[in-house]
C-alpha cells in the first residue's frame, strides 16, 4: 500500500510508545485439526477510550488495478483519506462498491486513467470490477490514525501515544463473533507493550460468489482485445 506523504503507522509525535504483536491464522480443516494459514492481510488497530483524535491526514491511498487484479488487497486509511483507483490494465474496468461500508460506483473508465473517492464514512468497504467477476479488495476506513495491516510475517507494529485504547482485529475470513473476542482494552505504556501471539481463526467462513453492482449474476466478460465504448457495464 502506497499512502503519500505520511504512513498511517505512525502517530506523527516524538512521544509515540509502541505496540506489537504476532497474527497467526489458523484454519479449522477435516474436525478439530488447525493448520496455519497466510497471516498476510490482517487489520490491526487502536482506537483510544477517550480524548481528541488526531485530524485525518493530508494524504492519499493508491489502489492499482494490474492484471486484472486490485493492489493491495486489503488496505486500512484513516477515515476522510481520497483512494486513487488508477487502472494500468490495456483494459477497461469499472470499480465499485455496493454494501459494507461508503457505497460509490466509479463507472467505465479507460486505460491509464484513474478515479479517486473520499472515504467519509468508518466500515470495510470490499471493492469490486463490474466486468471481471474475479477482481476484489478491501479497505479499511478507520476513525482512527493507529493502525497497520499484516505482512506475509504476521507481525505488526503501531506506533500511539501513551494513553487507554480499545484494541480491534479484522480479517476477511473470519467470523465478526470471533473477531469481537479479540478486542480488549489496555493502556499502552511509555515503554510500549507485546501483545505476543494473537490467533485468529477462519472456522465458519464460506466463500460466496459476489454480484455485480446490479444485484444481478455477471456476464462472462469481454475478450480483452475488445475496447469497451460506453454502455451498461
Not at 128 to 155: E, K, Q, R, W
Not at 177 to 205: C, D
Request: proline share 9%; net charge neutral.
Amino acid at each position: 500500500m502506497r499512502i503519500l506523504p505520511l504512513l498511517a503507522l505512525c502517530a506523527g509525535t516524538a512521544a509515540a510508545a509502541t505496540l506489537s504483536g504476532h497474527v497467526v491464522v489458523l484454519s479449522a480443516d477435516q474436525g478439530s485439526a488447525k493448520k496455519s494459514r497466510d497471516p498476510a492481510g490482517v487489520v490491526v488497530w487502536l482506537e483510544p477510550d477517550s480524548g481528541p483524535l488526531a485530524a485525518p491526514p493530508l494524504a492519499r491511498a493508491v489502489m492499482e488495478q494490474r492484471n486484472k487484479t486490485f493492489s493491495p488487497h486489503v488496505m486500512a486509511v484513516q477515515l476522510g483519506t481520497a483512494v486513487d483507483f488508477p487502472n494500468f490494465d490495456p483494459i477497461f474496468h469499472n470499480v465499485f462498491s455496493n454494501y459494507d461500508g461508503q457505497i460509490f460506483d466509479l463507472q467505465l473508465y479507460a486505460p491509464q486513467t484513474t478515479r479517486r473517492v473520499v472515504f467519509r464514512r468508518p466500515g470495510m468497504v470490499r471493492v469490486f470490477c463490474n466486468i471481471h467477476a474475479t477482481m476484489s479488495a478491501i479497505i479499511a476506513v478507520l476513525p482512527t490514525p493507529y493502525f497497520t495491516v499484516t505482512g506475509s510475517d504476521g507481525y505488526f507494529a503501531i506506533q500511539a501515544p501513551p494513553g487507554a485504547y480499545r484494541f480491534h482485529v479484522w480479517h476477511e475470513r473470519s467470523q465478526l463473533e470471533m473477531l469481537a473476542k479479540l478486542e480488549r482494552s489496555f493502556t499502552l505504556p511509555a515503554a510500549g507493550l507485546a501483545l505476543g501471539e494473537i490467533h485468529v481463526s477462519e472456522q465458519g467462513y464460506l466463500a460466496l460468489p459476489h454480484k455485480n453492482k446490479y444485484g444481478g449474476d455477471y456476464r462472462p466478460p469481454p475478450e480483452d482485445t475488445v475496447f469497451y465504448p460506453g454502455g451498461r457495464h
